[in-house]
């Protein structure tokens, strides 16, 4: 009889420590990769979708073009995607950002657009009575107030961008997805779900990070949930000693 192996790799465990402290530079590299083609996607995404919301805001014709395109190219597949990028950026690091900027804009665009569409418009006409000018208004009152539902968007494309990276692989620029696509390959379990759990690790940390971000940066928030809080409490207090007093008079 053949002796069982004593180390997990040998075993082709799903589960093993020792893959972890023998590939700790390939995963913290895998890594790296990862991140960099998150956050250079999310921002240059960022960057063109607060024009292009500002644009449909201002000009209402423009809203439905922006969008229709933005939702189209968010319907293509990543394997189409990227094939048709390839011509541009050939294989390497830009085709995968390039294909993750074009799918966060539809997600982005519609969230900031609908944060500028919920800003008051007696605001708007409160601040022109002050002096504002367009740039002034849209930067210190448009803006500001449209954040929460901004950061929104931002957070669903941040999740969405760091699952999508994984897809790069196919032009072996995938990050953690490298690890996944060749572990599939040749069936080491360990490194298919080291790297797959590590996926979700940076998705669940870059929602939470965000999440934090967007309440220090729209305290006035905080305040709306506990005023509405503190009013359905007193308003279900106040309903259920009216139901008693109508009860001790019955």
């Known amino acids: 009889m053949t002796a069982t192996p004593d180390d997990c790799l040998a075993r082709n465990e799903w589960i093993c420590g020792e893959y ?117 208004l849209l930067l210190t009152v448009e803006l500001p107030l449209a954040l929460p539902a901004a950061m929104a968007g931002l957070r669903i494309a941040t999740v969405s961008a760091v699952s999508l990276v994984t897809i790069g692989a196919i032009v072996g620029y995938g990050g953690l997805g490298n690890l996944i696509y060749s572990g599939m390959n040749t069936y080491f379990k360990a490194q298919v779900l080291t790297a797959s759990v590590l996926c979700v690790v940076i998705a669940i940390a870059a929602d939470v990070l965000l999440l934090l971000v967007q309440r220090f940066a729209t305290p006035w928030t905080r305040g709306t949930r506990a005023t509405r809080q503190t009013r359905a409490t007193r308003g279900t207090k106040g309903t259920r000693a009216t139901k008693a007093t109508r009860g001790a008079n019955a």
């Open 20 to 136: 972890l402290s023998t590939r700790r530079e390939i995963l913290w590299d895998a890594v790296l990769q990862h991140l960099q083609i998150t956050v250079v996607a999310v921002f240059l995404g960022l960057v063109t979708a607060v024009p292009l919301a500002v644009a449909a805001r201002r000009w209402r014709w423009s809203a439905g073009p922006v969008l229709g395109v933005t939702t189209i190219l968010y319907t293509i597949p990543s394997l189409a995607m990227f094939s048709l990028l390839l011509p541009v950026y050939g294989l390497s690091a830009s085709l995968v950002v390039a294909g993750l900027v074009l799918y966060s804009l539809t997600l982005l665009v519609r969230n900031i657009l609908a944060g500028l569409r919920a800003v008051p418009e007696e605001t708007r006409q409160a601040a022109r009575g002050m002096g504002y000018g367009p740039v002034r």
